[in-house]
Every structure is written in C-alpha cells, then in structure tokens.
C-alpha cells in the first residue's frame, strides 16, 4: 500500500468512527477529510468566471468548464475558459501523483498550442485568477496545522494553516483554510504572504448537494491589492462520460 492509499485507509477508518470528533483531529487529518469527500466520479462542470471591480460592476464574464477527475488512482482535472462565443481561450490540465506535488500543462492560442507553465500562480488571462486558486490545488498539501475555530457565514469551522510547497515556486507562502468539518468542505481560504498578510480570499457563497455530496455552488475570489472579485458561478453538473 502507496502513501496516498494508506493516508486514504486511515482517514476512511476516522470517518467510520463516530467517537472522533473534529476538535479531536489534526490539521492534516482534518484536510484529508476534505480529500476523502470530494466526488469520485468524473464530473463535468460548465459556469462562468464573472470580474467585478471595485465599486460592484461586472467587467468581464467567461464562460469555464471543468472535468474533474479527483477519484482516479492519478487525481486530474481540466479547467477551460472560453471566450463569448465558446471557443476555448485558455486550457489546464493539472494532475497530482502525490500529496504537495503537481503536474500541469497549458495550451493558450488560436488554434491552441501547448506553452510552458513553471507554476500554477500563473494568471487567468485578463483576470486577477490564479490557476492555483481556480483549482484549489492546496487541498493536497501536507503540513496543516490546526490555528483556532471561527463561525462563516453561520457555520462552524476549523481554521488549519499549510506552507507552500518549498519547490512549488509559488507567488504566496502559505494558505490559510477554514473547513466545515460536518460536511468536509473548505468554506474561506486566503493565501498568506511571508509576513501573514493576505494576497487573495477564496470564499465559498452556496453550497449544492447532489447525489449525498456537497459541492460548492459559487464562490468569490477576491484580490487584496485591486479589490477585483471573481465570481465563479456553476451552472450545470454532469458525470463526465
């Protein structure tokens, strides 16, 4: 039994026991039971990316869809903004063989030609969105720490902190997540700098139960320095044939 498999074991043998309540879990402990949650079957999700600026106004809207594959033995996704007219802009496809690795690919263009990616603080063309906060990629990273417990928007939670991976080669240095622990969702995440000031917020608005699995609804990612908010806004969900 790999790592990945072992970590997946105990955290399934954590859930099925009903004496261990979240106070009583680790940071790591409490991120893999976010992990153990995410849907095991492919799905294919289709939204858009709405940009508002500071005073509210809704600059930019871009068509995405999202094929996640986060059961199979490799975790995938393939994240795609289009342009108004539903023609791909931009592609990534981010794979994670083991906890705080990542593998990535990118094709932008007309037609679409595959570029290099050195790392997923890349943003979004035209948007203040990273790849990294797109994919919420540090839901696979080891190192959480429990920091406190907070209530957001109504809801109990536990706040873990996780340092980037040090050859991640990312524009933050840590993140800091606010998990729900009766339903195992990330509800807040703000990626921190060096100093614990925030970079960007990830805040998740309405959740959406499909099939006895909570899924994020919609969820606003906004930037400290230009005060623009992303909303991602998820339309249709789909098992991805």
């Known amino acids: 039994m790999n790592r990945q498999s072992l970590h997946l074991f ?6 099925a026991l009903p004496g261990i309540a979240a106070a009583q879990l680790t940071g790591d402990e409490l991120m893999q039971r976010v992990r153990f949650s995410l849907p095991t079957v492919p799905l294919l999700i289709s939204g858009e990316l709405q940009s508002r600026d500071r005073r509210g106004n809704i600059v930019q809207v871009n068509p995405i869809e999202m094929r996640l594959a986060w059961g199979d ?3 995938h996704a393939e994240y ?4 108004r007219f539903g023609a791909v802009q931009e592609r990534v496809r981010i794979e994670w063989p083991a906890y ?9 263009g007309a037609p679409l030609e595959e570029q290099p990616l050195t790392d997923l603080s890349q943003l979004v063309e035209g948007l203040e969105l990273s790849w990294s906060d797109l994919s919420l990629t540090f839901l696979w990273w080891e190192g959480a720490r429990r920091v406190g417990s ?6 109990a939670t536990e706040i873990v902190e996780i340092p980037a991976p040090a050859d991640a080669e990312l524009a933050f240095d840590r993140v800091r997540l606010w998990i729900d622990p009766e339903v195992n969702l990330l509800m807040r995440a703000d990626t921190l700098d060096r100093r614990g000031r925030m970079i960007r917020r990830i805040e998740v608005r309405s959740l959406r139960k499909i099939d006895e699995i909570w899924m994020i609804q919609n969820l606003d990612i ?8 992303i909303t991602l806004r998820v339309r249709d969900v789909e098992e991805a044939g």
């Not at 705080?100 to 932008?108: D, M, V």
């Open 100 to 108: 705080g690795q990542t593998q990535q690919r990118w094709w932008t």
């Open 80 to 83: 795609s903004v289009l342009d």
């Open 73 to 75: 033995t490799v975790p």
């Open 10 to 15: 105990l955290i399934s043998l954590c859930l």
């Open 222 to 229: 906004l930037s400290r320095d230009s005060r623009e908010r």
């Open 150 to 155: 907070e209530r957001v928007r109504g809801r």
